[in-house]
């Protein structure tokens, strides 16, 4: 279960602001919570704006070291 700081970007990936998905990403990666790897492969999988994918790609790659 990702922490209540994880869940707070969690929740955010779905925001319709791209580039606030964008620093959600960002922020779970910094985080470190390997909970949240399902959550940020569905974002991915739904994502739209290339810039938003990356992000997304960079979090996974952070929490998969």
């Given at each position: 279960m990702p922490s209540p700081r994880a869940t707070f970007y969690i929740n955010l990936l779905t925001d319709p602001n791209p580039n606030v998905r964008k620093k959600a990403a960002?922020?779970?990666g910094q985080i470190g919570d390997t909970s949240c790897l399902f959550r940020l492969q569905e974002a991915l999988?739904?994502?739209?704006?290339?810039?938003v994918q990356e992000a997304i790609r960079e979090a996974i790659a952070k929490l998969e070291s």
């Amino acid at each position: 279960m990702p922490s209540p700081r994880a869940t707070f970007y969690i929740n955010l990936l779905t925001d319709p602001n791209p580039n606030v998905r964008k620093k959600a990403a960002q922020a779970i990666g910094q985080i470190g919570d390997t909970s949240c790897l399902f959550r940020l492969q569905e974002a991915l999988e739904r994502e739209q704006e290339t810039h938003v994918q990356e992000a997304i790609r960079e979090a996974i790659a952070k929490l998969e070291s």
